[in-house]
């Protein structure tokens, strides 16, 4: 390519490089040609004829022969016009602008005066409207303001400071400016005008004759908003005078929090010698001395000072620089007077500039003998405090103490990080020389370690209050648990397991585990990889033996799905509607009573050098799905018949196989058959119970007839793939694999595993076999005074063991009805219930029916339980009234309350308990009023209650859509009808307001029981207990006798209420409200 393309991207480049690569091949001995090239633009300046003609005849040449002719000639000697004129420049090709100044570089010349003069930006002269002056307007205007060289930094630097004010205030870019800011930015505008005739000469020197020295002086200065330096050259002549002209100056606005101010004075020396270096390398001139001056006495002796090492790290490195750049002979001290630089760091207006002779030509006491300048040199034992100016501040330095911990990051299982902790402690031991705690006692000691740290990171507000004996804060995540902290230091939870004689001290107290943290992602995976990679209830359930980890069953099912074993195994499978279960999956009966029997396989082992089939013969229990599994290295009769005798040498209580109709099964049960058939001896027979085990077999060609047995054929499967892969093993480690993995299988839940940590541990196989979960898989380490003699199982506690299994089977709740009676409430009725929907209280009311075909009651009082609504309308006629319990409307507050963070201001502060209470006073309003009564009561409360005035209307009285014409309003229907929670007319007829006869009767009942959990047996016991208390209170009644009282404080509580209530119409709503709201308790 022959031609620079004008006007791409790389242009400007391509041109700067071609022209480099022209002056590069030309005369050496001029190598400044490139620094006089801007762009498209040449410019330079000569100190006489000689040196500029003999520079432009070497440009001409070396463009030349490039192509590149100069053109448009400008210059304010009129020798070099005539010698190039003379050597082939036309007159064409000289600049022919009429105009006095051109324009060079940004800055307007007049090449007959040779003076520069200042252009001003067109945005100065535009008006500066009150709606149109934005952060960005200001910030364009502040920049348009062209001072390369800050000639103009004094009066700039006000500028700059109306754009910091801007940035302190945190206007957004669009965001109008504060009228303040609008003023001065005007003043400051307005003040450009004088500097647009204002003009300069462009010669340093200012005389024709050459000098015989220059020397440079560079000024440093700060102040508490700014630090800026400014450079002077000084040229000396032959008639021992000077001259003096400013070169340069630099500033920048010091920090919105500025430090000391000696700590801004070394910035500015800084400043200072970069300045230096920059004239030292750009311009072509030999200083024979280069001085620097400094109004600060400590950043004199910084500049000074014989090693900076000593200095923290913010001095040191500026230090450093100085000493560089400079030596320590050529600073000098001055007073703060003759600094000129301070015009630069506190702004002058533009008339001011023009007018200081000491800017543009530096201080005049420069121009006196060396000797005679006001300069110093100040000894370093003249630094005193006296010579200081000391400010005092207050300063906060946060103490850091570090809690030296280890990474989880970088380790892949909890067990692998145990070992190292452990090791770690261990080696502790052996570096003090005392004995080494067992192996067992290691890991103990490096699981609370990394548990420890783990619970400082994420609960450290939470320790704190347990330690402090406080409450835990309703915001923290542990709020609904009872917290304890333990020997080690560490925080457990207790559960309502506390006296469980079948539960270890850790599934009472688990550790309590944040779930976002990384040690709960590798317990989880340890647990899923060790258990065969069983799902969610598997791993919660082995978890949950020894810890509790937060949003536990999220986590674990978040992390199980990322499991790469388990997404390479598990597909997607058809779905169908499944049939009725039989009889014998839905009666209880001893384990194995009814047993599934099947072979699975073929796996293959290793036996000596050969591979050999190898089969699993699994047993399944259809009742309690417990399995069995027996390894038979074939599936031949014989083989057979010894894994059935094997099976029940275990289980003697078998009665029946069933299985598919495989030629081994067939065989085997005609054997078992026939054998028992053969025995003639009548007492044999009567010893086995008069019953052979019986054998049915499935469908021909119906395999889902056998699903029970089929599904965990289909987990054995998956656990020993995920297990063995792809291994070769022997045929003993088979069996033992097998045997480990029936353990495996019966410890799985088979109930579901609930987020409710005073909940009963889910229910598996286990507790069928063996009354209980078989040993954790999780590595477990229990204090020696965790185990205690009366854990020994004895008679009597067995029974206790059978009852304890007999509850597991079904986690029923009490439901009591009881109904009124002149002036008494008796229990009619006490329902178990498995769950509380609404189609079993459907069926709990209908049996009620039919026992009582006369029960239709007038209205029912109960909790705000939807399922229990839906019941009752469906179950009694439309005439029967439901009336919500005026207690549980409370306790619906109160916890509105405390989820909204107000609870411990609600214990503290009286008034505003009492404007709390008065939300739920609402219930005692007419109804025809409540809109009036909301209306007027949301202006007194609290900012803080709004909301939870809000959820009150929402759910009980329905929100506000509109207000219609005639000044009523239209809300939505609510979740609870007024007429339901209502009290207003109840208190004025005398009725009921809440149903604490239930809760009295719940609370006879678990006190009877004495415990959370009762078997069946001591359940019905208590039950009649109660009763009989009961029947005699109504016998006692109907002998004449005085009902139940309430107690004294109660009575007058009522008395009180109904006393505001009947003068409800003489009382203002706040009044009222306030009036009801000092006579019952949230708290309570």
């Not at 800017?359 to 003249?382: Q, V």
């Not at 411990?904 to 709390?916: G, H, I, P, V």
């Not at 007024?978 to 009921?992: H, I, K, N, P």
């Amino acid at each position: 390519m022959r031609r620079v393309t004008w006007g791409a991207a790389p242009s400007g480049f391509l041109l700067a490089a071609t022209v480099r690569h022209h002056f590069g091949k030309g005369d050496q001995s001029t190598p400044g040609l490139s620094d006089c090239l801007y762009a498209d633009d040449f410019l330079c300046s000569f100190d006489g004829v000689e040196q500029a003609t003999h520079f432009t005849n070497l440009v001409r040449r070396e463009l030349g022969s490039a192509g590149m002719t100069l053109a448009k000639w400008k210059t304010n000697s009129e020798c070099v016009r005539d010698h190039l004129l003379r050597t082939g420049v036309g007159p064409d090709d000289f600049d022919s602008t009429a105009a006095e100044f051109l324009k060079v570089l940004g800055i307007m010349w007049s090449p007959a005066e040779d003076v520069l003069r200042f252009t001003t930006p067109s945005q100065f002269d535009e008006p500066l409207g009150e709606g149109t002056l934005t952060k960005r307007r200001v910030l364009s205007i502040v920049a348009s303001l062209y001072d390369p060289l800050g000639w103009l930094t004094p009066y700039s630097l006000r500028g700059k400071k109306i754009v910091q004010q801007l940035w302190s205030a945190d206007l957004e870019w669009g965001q109008p400016v504060p009228d303040s800011v609008r003023i001065e930015l005007t003043t400051w505008m307005m003040e450009v005008q004088d500097l647009r005739g204002f003009s300069f000469a462009r010669r340093y020197s200012g005389r024709d004759d050459s000098p015989t020295a220059r020397v440079s002086h560079v000024f440093g200065d700060a102040s508490k908003t700014a630090f800026a330096s400014a450079a002077y050259i000084e040229n000396r002549y032959e008639d021992e005078t000077s001259t003096f002209s400013l070169v340069m100056s630099k500033s920048r606005l010091a920090p919105r929090v500025p430090p000391s101010l000696p700590r801004l004075e070394l910035p500015a020396a800084v400043t200072a010698v970069r300045l230096k270096k920059f004239l030292v390398e750009r311009m072509d001139v030999q200083f024979e001395r280069i001085f620097f001056y400094t109004d600060s006495t400590i950043a004199f002796h910084w500049a000074t000072s014989a090693s900076s090492g000593r200095w923290k790290q913010f001095v040191s490195n500026r230090v450093q620089e100085i000493q560089a750049n400079s030596n320590a002979e050529d600073w000098f001290h001055v007073s703060g007077e003759n600094n000129v630089s301070d015009l630069a760091t506190r702004g002058i207006s533009a008339s001011s500039l023009i007018n200081s002779p000491d800017w543009w030509h530096a201080p005049e006491w420069l121009r006196l003998p060396m000797d005679r300048r006001p300069l110093t040199r100040p000894s370093r034992g003249a630094l005193s405090l006296d010579s200081v100016n000391l400010e005092m501040r207050a300063v906060m330095t946060p103490i850091v103490v570090h809690d030296p911990q280890i990474d989880l990051n970088r380790f892949s299982s909890a067990g692998r990080a145990i070992r190292v902790v452990a090791n770690v402690i261990r080696f502790g031991y052996l570096t003090r020389r005392t004995a080494v705690p067992v192996l067992a006692e290691l890991y103990r000691r490096a699981e609370a370690k990394i548990v420890g740290w783990c619970q400082r990171q994420y609960f450290q507000e939470e320790l704190s209050s347990v330690r402090s004996g406080e409450q835990v804060p309703n915001t923290s995540k542990l709020a609904a648990f009872q917290l304890f902290i333990d020997s080690d230091g560490l925080l457990r939870a207790k559960t309502r397991l506390t006296l469980g004689p079948f539960f270890t001290y850790e599934e009472k107290n688990p550790l309590v585990i944040p779930g976002e943290s990384r040690l709960a992602r590798l317990l989880i995976i340890d647990a899923h990889r060790v258990n065969a990679h069983f799902g969610v209830n598997t791993v919660l359930t082995q978890i949950r033996r020894r810890f509790w980890i937060t949003r536990g069953r999220q986590v674990i099912r978040t992390i199980l799905s990322r499991c790469v074993v388990c997404r390479r195994r598990q597909g997607g499978h058809a779905t169908q509607i499944e049939a009725p279960l039989p009889e014998s999956r839905v009666t209880l009966r001893a384990p194995f009573a009814v047993c599934g029997v099947d072979f699975c396989g073929p796996f293959f082992t290793r036996q000596r050098r050969d591979t050999v089939k190898t089969y699993a013969a699994i047993f399944v229990c259809t009742s309690v799905r417990a399995i069995h599994l027996e390894a038979v290295p074939s599936m031949t009769t014989p083989q057979t018949h010894l894994a059935i005798r094997r099976f029940l040498a275990i289980y003697p209580s078998c009665l029946r196989f069933v299985s598919d109709n495989g030629r081994s099964f067939v065989k085997a049960a005609t054997d078992i058959k026939r054998l028992f058939n053969s025995i003639k001896d009548r007492e044999v027979r009567e010893a086995l119970g008069g019953r052979s085990v019986d054998w049915s077999f499935i469908c021909p060609r119906a395999a889902w007839h056998g699903g029970f047995y089929e599904r965990l054929v289909g987990t054995l499967k998956t656990a020993l793939y995920k297990t063995l892969g792809r291994n070769l093993i022997g045929y003993e480690d088979f069996r033992t694999i097998l045997c480990e993995l029936a353990s495996v299988i019966n410890d799985r839940p088979i109930t579901h595993a609930g987020t409710d940590p005073d909940a009963p541990p889910a229910l598996t196989p286990a507790h069928y076999l063996r009354g209980g979960p078989y040993n954790s898989a999780l590595a477990t380490f229990v204090p020696v005074d965790h185990l205690h003699g009366d854990e020994v199982t004895s008679g009597a506690d067995l029974s206790r063991a059978s009852a304890a299994r007999t509850n597991y089977f079904r986690h029923l709740s009490v439901f009591v009805v009881l109904a009124e009676r002149a002036q008494c409430v008796v229990p009619v009725a006490y329902a178990l219930l498995p769950d509380k929907a609404a189609e079993s209280y459907t069926r709990m009311l209908n049996l009620l029916k039919e026992a009582w075909p006369a029960l239709c009651p007038a209205s029912v009082v109960m909790d705000y339980e939807r399922a229990m609504m839906i019941a009752v309308r469906a179950c009694f006629p439309p005439e029967t009234r439901i009336q919500g319990c005026f207690f549980h409307l409370v306790k619906n507050i109160k916890l509105r309350v405390a989820q909204e963070g107000l609870w411990s201001r609600y214990t503290n502060d009286d008034d505003f308990a009492l404007k709390a209470r008065m939300i739920a006073a609402l219930a005692f309003v007419p109804p025809s009023e409540l809109d009036n009564a909301v209306a007027e009561l949301s202006p007194v409360l609290p900012e803080e209650l709004i909301p939870v005035l809000n959820y009150f209307e929402d759910i009980y009285i329905g929100r506000m859509n509109r207000i219609r014409a005639d000044g009523t309003v239209d809300r939505r229907t609510p979740q609870f009808p007024v007429e339901m929670w209502s009290v207003y007319q109840r208190t004025l007829d005398g009725e009921a307001r809440t149903n604490n006869y239930a809760e009295a009767a719940h609370r006879r009942l678990q006190v009877e029981f004495g415990i959370q959990h009762p078997t069946i047996w001591k359940f019905i016991d208590g039950l009649k207990k109660v009763q009989k208390g009961r029947d005699l209170q109504v016998e006692s009644f109907v002998a004449g006798g005085a009902p139940p009282t309430k107690r004294t404080k109660y009575v007058r509580a009522d008395e009180r209420i109904l006393g505001v209530v009947e003068r409800a119409e003489h009382l203002q709503h706040v009044e009222y409200l306030r009036g009801i709201a000092h006579n019952f308790l949230m708290d309570a």
